[in-house]
């Protein structure tokens, strides 16, 4: 069996990807890093994911929030009740500096230890809200990149970053997911939760997510205790 | 004055590029990585160096050693006394997977939140000891994926990444350092010294770096106490 390292946030693009991957039939590794994020109860929700799927998993931390920069890690505002528009109007504050370079960086370190030629990674280009680092050409100038960088790459063996959900819709996620039976009342996606680490609802990621479940004629299972 | 972020490991390398980075005008922020080498005492050397040039400086801890697979983080042996072939034969057991990948994506996040376009590394070609992400390639190819991958990159600006040793000898190296002032007797380049952190002379860093002095009429300062 081929091994893959997967790159596991505990929210549910990366859920999904984690599904996919061992659909795909690759023994994987979960990785997670903790980055400093203010919302660290999404490594509880990866943790979660881990167990259920019985993956191996290791969290690296890395502290990002050291350098800050953005209002993932710093005390600034996560912009709320935003419209469409609104959101892919510039590159917002949630925005982590070289987020996704950093954290493919070690799932290359991490893949070239343990033996895995393929890496997995939730980015996506349609509800990206504008990050630059989860854009087609990102992908390819980092598998560029990992195989010059590494001795396996220098060694004839090809190093492949699969990002899966790169241009699906956040509803064709969801189907893809609950079709390999991923249960999303497991994963974190929200921004700025609340001090029990309830979603709050409001952020774009949750507005996101929430508005792709209704478009399926579903509720987001995470956002439960809102319609109480 | 433009700012650039400097890797600083606390060696001959990177104390050298410091200097030239200076020199070329920019105001430059030393950043150096805690990746769990067993070498620590390369971190003061690179304290050393920042506080004797009066850089800005920053220490980020990334625990490399935690994924394992080479002798400058696990408890393996460190290769000593080998011959200039032996030392060219094969990528050496002192790689640290994708280490170099993982260090300029740091400098590319520090570089981002601290506005800087400009990232020095010391990385060279000639006496690369095998390792891939020491090559003009590696580099070329980190500048495409710094530039997709950042808010800056996609704003317009260009972020350039500086290796000015890629292709000098280790004795070009020095010579440039000495001319800018550096003082070698502050840097750490062993990868297996004792336990007073002195260096051992015999491994292929301590032995590269002797041979550049020797060739240059002049013994490497910090082996001074294997000539007593």
């Given amino acids: ?7 596991l946030s505990g929210g549910l693009d990366s859920a999904t990807v984690l599904a996919i991957a061992r659909h795909q039939g690759f023994e994987t590794i979960a990785l997670t890093v903790e980055y400093g994020q203010r919302h660290r109860v999404e490594l509880d929700a990866a943790r979660r994911i881990a167990d259920a799927l019985q993956v191996k998993h ?4 890395v502290p990002l ?7 993932l890690t710093d005390n600034l505002d996560v912009p709320k009740n935003r419209t469409e528009s609104e959101m892919v109007e510039d590159i917002p504050i ?10 493919l960086s070690l799932a290359l370190a991490f893949a070239e230890v343990s033996g895995a030629f393929d890496i997995f990674v939730g980015v996506n280009a349609v509800d990206y809200s504008g990050y630059p680092d989860c854009r087609p050409e990102f992908i390819e100038a980092f598998e560029h990149l990992a195989n010059v960088a590494t001795k396996v790459g220098v060694s004839g063996e090809k190093i492949t970053i699969h990002a899966p959900l790169i241009s699906m819709t956040k509803a064709q996620i969801i189907e893809t997911g609950l079709g390999l039976g991923v249960d999303y009342g497991l994963t974190h ?6 001090s029990t680490g309830r979603a709050c609802g409001a952020c774009d990621s949750c507005q996101i997510r929430s508005a792709a ?11 439960a205790h809102l319609r109480l």
Avoid at 1 to 7: D, S
Avoid at 58 to 61: A, G, N, T
Avoid at 98 to 103: D, G, S
């Fill in 94 to 103: 949630t925005y982590v500096p070289a987020r996704n370079t950093v954290m």
């Fill in 58 to 61: 290791k969290l690296v931390r």
């Fill in 213 to 223: 479940f209704h478009s399926l004629g579903m509720d987001d299972p995470v956002l």
């Fill in 65 to 71: 929030s050291d350098f800050g920069g953005s209002a």
């Fill in 189 to 194: 996606s929200c921004y700025d939760p609340d």
């Fill in 1 to 7: 069996m081929k091994k893959a390292i997967v790159l």
